[in-house]
């Protein structure tokens, strides 16, 4: 499980004299100032995606760019982002006016309606007051508003940030950016990249250490013999199949979480769901590496020549462990049927994504104590892939279609149709908390529910 000193007794959990203490550029100052203070200010405004090949799409962005900023901290540091919404009110630009429900009401009489936006840390087990859900922790803050975010970054590991209001629209869109905690220790890897993965359109794109994305081959160069990591996240709402080539390769972390024991994989592929993050190790060699997503060359490492794209199996993720014990027992029990069904609604049929035949907001929220296991059988009986991301906490896999798994960590697994999955969920972090399908669309269609702490 993960800890939260200091966010225990619900609030804000972070005291402020702490975030008074010294600015970024003081880090690393006076030994013994264990508490390092990293503040980011994320805008929300629009922007215009050029792709390489020609292609381009209006978006929304944080500070002008998609991905966002790549937010790189230690561990240790309290994180303190403002969020700030300048994206457009229909109807012209208020300044200085009140928000209603998304509808701005300005000081000179102007009414208009606009995009709100929060910030969700994807795979960060924040306190709840800091999760970003809208209607749960926080309201959207809506064009002209701002708020602050802060929460202190324990666990080291890749993770990444969206917006979570109205997200089957904003995300694709680009409202998300990507967040890496590197650990206390030094790393043993001279070369840490993080790749982005997101569809434009039609266009799957790379964005590597947050440059503008590209759906045509984005090149690297890397001395020979320098220990890599590339952190792999899936920013789509469709699951990507990774291939690695021209070197043996290491899943050294899974959704942030370090894997131990893991061997050399040579041409292996991989599947990582919607919202899912894969760091892969490995030594640069002297020849080429291809990175491949689906049939797409995406990234090579020291061309020109390439080598031929990874053709091996899939590898089964649940194979892989964690260190930390899993639960001897458990105190609760439940499911969840995951289907879909056609609902009439406004007269209308329309797709509706079920968790035990029922809807948001009609899913009842299951209510856990503090300290509780409990052990989560999800079944597929639909037609769709579903990437289950329950906030606030990572779940521990215990099997696979009934093939005992060896509890990794996970906070997006994705089941397949006919699937089913048995996982431990700990609750150690007390709040509301969302729980849903990663393909945004499905979480839109009703595939969304909260679990809740008495
Ligand atoms: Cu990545 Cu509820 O989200
Ligand atoms: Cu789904």
Redesign the pocket.
């Known amino acids: 499980g993960h800890l939260h000193p200091g966010h225990d007794t619900g609030g804000r959990g972070v005291s402020v004299d702490l975030l008074r203490g010294p600015a970024p550029a003081a880090a690393g100052g006076p030994a013994g100032a264990r508490e390092r203070v990293r503040r980011f200010t994320l805008t929300a405004q629009p922007a215009t995606v050029r792709l390489p090949s020609g292609g381009g799409a209006e978006a929304w962005s944080f500070n002008g760019q998609v991905p966002g900023p790549v937010l790189r901290v230690r561990q240790g540091d309290l994180v303190e982002v403002v969020l700030r919404n300048r994206l457009p009110v229909q109807g012209g630009t208020v300044q200085g006016g009140t928000v209603q429900g998304g509808t701005v009401q300005a000081s000179n009489g102007q009414a208009g309606s606009g995009q709100g936006v929060t910030i969700h840390w994807h795979g960060y087990d924040v306190p709840a007051a800091e999760d970003g859900v809208p209607g749960v922790t926080q309201d959207a803050i809506w064009p002209g508003q701002s708020h602050v975010y802060r929460f202190r970054a324990e666990d080291a590991g890749t993770y990444w940030y969206h917006s979570h209001q109205n997200s089957s629209v904003a995300v694709p869109r680009g409202l998300f950016g990507l967040l890496v905690v590197d650990p206390a220790a030094p790393a043993p890897e001279s070369e840490d990249h993080v790749l982005a993965l997101h569809t434009f359109g039609s266009r799957p794109t790379l964005s590597v250490d947050g440059a503008a994305p590209s759906d045509l081959l984005t090149r690297l160069t890397l001395a020979p013999g320098a220990r890599t990591r590339l952190r792999v996240v899936n920013t789509d709402t469709r699951p990507v199949v990774l291939g690695l080539s021209g070197v043996p390769y290491r899943i050294a972390a899974v959704d942030g979480g370090d894997v131990p024991g893991a061997t050399d994989l040579d041409g292996a592929r991989l599947h990582l769901a919607a919202g899912g993050r894969y760091d892969l190790t490995f030594t640069v060699p002297s020849g080429p590496v291809l990175l491949t997503t689906g049939d797409r060359p995406a990234l090579l490492i020291n061309g020109p020549a390439m080598p031929p794209p990874a053709a091996g199996p899939i590898v089964d993720i649940t194979r892989y462990g964690s260190a930390a014990a899993l639960p001897a027992r458990f105190d609760r029990e439940t499911t969840w049927v995951l289907d879909k069904t056609l609902a009439v609604s406004g007269g209308l049929p329309r797709l509706a ?1 079920t968790v035990n035949g029922k809807a948001w907001p009609n899913i009842p929220t299951p209510v856990v104590r503090q300290g509780q296991t409990v052990r989560i059988r999800v079944v597929n009986r639909g037609t ?1 892939t ?2 289950m991301h329950p906030h606030g906490h990572h779940v521990r896999i215990l099997s696979r279609n009934g093939v005992p798994a060896t509890g990794l960590a996970m906070d997006t697994f994705d089941v397949a149709p006919g699937e089913v999955w048995e996982v431990a969920l700990v609750a150690d972090n007390p709040g509301v908390w969302m729980s849903h ?1 990663h ?1 945004l669309a ?1 979480a839109a269609q009703g ?1 969304e529910f909260h679990l809740a702490y008495e």
Do not use: I, N, Y
Request: glycine share 0%; aromatic share 0%; charged share 25%.
């Open positions: 994504q769709d579903h990437p399908c393909d499905h595939m």
